[in-house]
C-alpha cells in the first residue's frame, strides 16, 4: 500500500510539473503583457484586474511576501506558479530587468479559461495600438519576446475557419479544442476582419512520456525490491534463531530457547518451540531421573544375591548344587553388565556435553582395539590393515575413549559371528575417517540392516541368549558414531558376511 500509494502521488506530481511546465510559456507571455499595461497605466492595475477578470497585485520583492527561494528565482527572471488548493494558479513575476527589480507583479488567475483570452487579447490590441508596428510583425516580435506561441493567420488560412467575423471580433475570441492531444487554441478577428490572432495551441493535461513512466516504474520496482529484502531478511534471521537453537537441542542443550520479540506468524512458531522443548526437557529429565533410579535400586539386590550365591558354592560339595548355582552367578553377572549397558547408552542419549573432543591417532586407536582383541580370543583371526598413512589423515578431533569403545563393540561382535576371520581397516578420504569391521560369518539379512541399530534389537536368526548380548552394543556405537557427527553402516563383507562401517568427519562441529 505504501509503495502504491508512492508510485501514484510521483505519477501526481509529475503531472503536475508537466501542466506547469507546459502552461508556463502562456502564462510567462500572459504576464509580460500585464507589465506592459501596468507601465502603460503608470502603475495601475485596475484596467487588467477588469480584464482578466482576476486579482492583480503588485508587491515589493521582501520576505514579507515571498520566501528567500522566490525571492532568488525572481531575481533571475524566473516565473513562479503556486497552485492552489481550489485549483486556481498564482502567478508572479519581476518587473522590469530581474536582477535589478524590486517590485513583482502577481495574478491570481482560475487556470486559462475563455473569459481570460477576452481579456489578453483585449491587452494585446492595446498594446498594438501603442506600437507603430504592423501587426504581423509585432506578433512575430511577440512570439519570440515572450515565448508564447502567437501567430496571425491571413488569406485562405483564416477563411478555413468558416466564423463570423463581426461576432469574434477582437476581443472576441472563440476556442477549439483537440481532446486527443488534450490541448486548446484560441482565435479572434482583427479589428479590420482581414485576418485571425491564433493563441496556442496550448496544452492542458499532457501526457506522461514513456521515460518518465519508466523512470518511475524503475524506482517503484527497487521499493518493492528494497521492501521485499527487508522482510525476508528479517524472516530469514528469525528463522537461523530458530535452526541455532533446534541444532543446539539436538546437541543436547536442552535449556536453549528462542527469543520471541513479535506477534507474527514467526513469533507464533517461536513461542510453539519454545513450549515444545520445555516439554522435551521435562520429558527427557523424568527418564533420566528413572533410568537412574531404576539401575541403581537393581545394583542393590543383585550384588546380595551374588554374594548370597557365592557363599552357597564355598558351603555346598554336590556337583549338581555347585553347577547350578554357577549358572546363576552367571546369570546375575549378565544382569549386572546389562545394567551398566544401559546406564552407558542413557548418558550418550543426554548429549554430547560429555564428550572431549581432542586430537587423536585413529590409525593407533585401531591397531590398539585389534591387539587387545587378539589377546582375549582364539578362535577367529583378528587382521588389521589402513589406506592412510599420512599424519595429516590418520589424526582426527575424536572423544577417544568413547570410540574406542565403539571399534571394540564392533570387533566383539565381528568375533562371536566370525567362523575363522575378522578385518579391521581405517581409511581417510575427503575430510572424513572410516573404520570397517569385516567378518566372514553369517551376515545381517538385508531387510534387517535399517534396525539392527536400534536398541534391545536382537535378530532372529543370528543372535541369540547362546551368542550372547542384550541389544544394546550397536545401539551404543551409533550414538556414539552419532555424537561425532557420523553415522553408523552396516552391509556385506568382501566374504559375504557382516560389514560394520563407523563414518564421522575429521574436525568436530
Request: charged fraction near 25%; aromatic fraction near 8%; glycine fraction near 8%.
Amino acid at each position: 500500500m505504501l509503495i502504491a500509494t508512492l508510485v501514484v502521488g510521483s505519477l501526481w506530481l509529475v503531472g503536475s510539473i508537466g501542466i506547469q511546465r507546459h502552461q508556463e510559456p502562456a502564462l510567462r507571455g500572459v504576464m509580460h503583457l500585464l507589465m506592459a499595461q501596468v507601465r502603460a497605466d503608470q502603475g495601475n492595475t485596475h484596467r487588467v484586474a477588469d480584464a482578466l477578470n482576476a486579482q492583480i497585485h503588485l508587491r515589493p520583492i521582501t520576505g514579507d511576501h515571498f520566501s528567500s527561494l522566490e525571492i532568488a528565482r525572481l531575481k533571475h527572471g524566473q516565473l513562479l506558479i503556486d497552485r492552489e488548493a481550489g485549483g486556481g494558479l498564482v502567478v508572479s513575476l519581476a518587473m522590469g530587468h530581474a536582477a535589478k527589480a524590486t517590485r513583482a507583479i502577481t495574478a491570481q488567475l482560475n487556470g486559462l479559461n475563455t473569459h481570460h483570452m477576452q481579456g489578453i487579447f483585449e491587452l494585446l490590441l492595446a498594446q498594438l495600438a501603442r506600437e507603430s508596428l504592423d501587426e504581423a510583425t509585432a506578433i512575430a516580435q511577440y512570439r519570440q519576446r515572450y515565448q508564447i506561441p502567437l501567430f496571425l493567420l491571413r488569406d485562405k488560412q483564416a477563411e478555413s475557419f468558416q466564423v463570423d467575423p463581426h461576432r469574434f471580433t477582437a476581443p472576441a475570441v472563440y476556442s477549439r479544442f483537440d481532446f486527443q492531444a488534450k490541448s486548446v487554441s484560441f482565435y479572434a478577428w482583427t479589428p479590420d476582419q482581414t485576418g485571425l490572432i491564433a493563441l496556442g495551441p496550448i496544452e492542458l493535461e499532457p501526457s506522461i512520456h514513456f521515460a518518465t513512466f519508466l523512470v518511475i516504474a524503475v524506482i517503484a520496482m527497487l521499493l518493492v525490491g528494497i521492501v521485499v529484502y527487508w522482510l525476508v531478511h528479517s524472516f530469514e534471521l528469525r528463522l537461523q534463531r530458530l535452526e541455532r537453537a533446534s541444532s543446539r537441542i539436538a546437541g543436547g542443550h536442552l535449556n536453549s530457547r528462542v527469543k520471541v520479540d513479535a506477534e507474527d506468524s514467526v513469533g507464533r512458531l517461536g513461542k510453539a518451540f519454545n513450549r515444545m522443548a520445555e516439554q522435551i526437557q521435562r520429558l527427557m529429565g523424568v527418564q533420566r531421573e528413572m533410568i537412574r533410579a531404576v539401575s541403581h535400586e537393581l545394583r542393590t539386590p543383585v550384588a546380595r544375591m551374588r554374594f548370597g550365591v557365592q557363599m552357597l558354592e564355598d558351603t555346598v560339595a554336590d556337583a549338581y548344587t555347585q553347577k547350578q548355582l554357577s549358572a546363576m552367578d552367571g546369570d546375575l553377572q549378565e544382569l549386572d553388565e546389562l545394567i551398566d549397558e544401559i546406564l552407558t547408552y542413557a548418558r550418550l542419549e543426554e548429549g554430547g556435553p560429555i564428550l572431549e573432543f581432542k586430537s587423536s591417532n585413529i590409525l593407533e586407536l585401531v591397531n590398539q582395539v585389534a591387539e587387545e582383541t587378539r589377546r582375549r580370543t582364539d578362535a577367529v583371526e583378528v587382521l588389521c590393515e589402513t589406506h592412510s598413512t599420512d599424519e595429516d589423515e590418520i589424526f582426527a578431533e575424536v572423544e577417544q575413549r568413547y570410540l574406542h569403545r565403539a571399534i571394540q563393540n564392533l570387533v566383539g561382535n565381528a568375533c562371536r559371528y566370525a567362523k575363522s576371520q575378522v578385518l579391521l581397516s581405517y581409511r581417510f578420504q575427503d575430510g572424513w575417517c572410516r573404520v570397517d569391521v569385516e567378518d566372514d560369518g553369517p551376515g545381517v539379512p538385508e531387510k534387517d540392516w535399517d534396525r539392527i541399530f536400534s536398541p534391545f534389537t536382537r535378530l532372529d536368526d543370528s543372535r541369540t541368549r547362546a551368542s550372547g548380548g542384550y541389544g544394546l552394543g550397536l545401539s551404543i556405537v551409533q550414538r556414539i558414531v552419532y555424537w561425532h557427527g557420523g553415522q553408523a553402516m552396516v552391509g556385506r563383507s568382501r566374504w559375504q558376511g557382516a560389514k560394520m562401517s563407523l563414518i564421522w568427519p575429521k574436525h568436530h562441529q
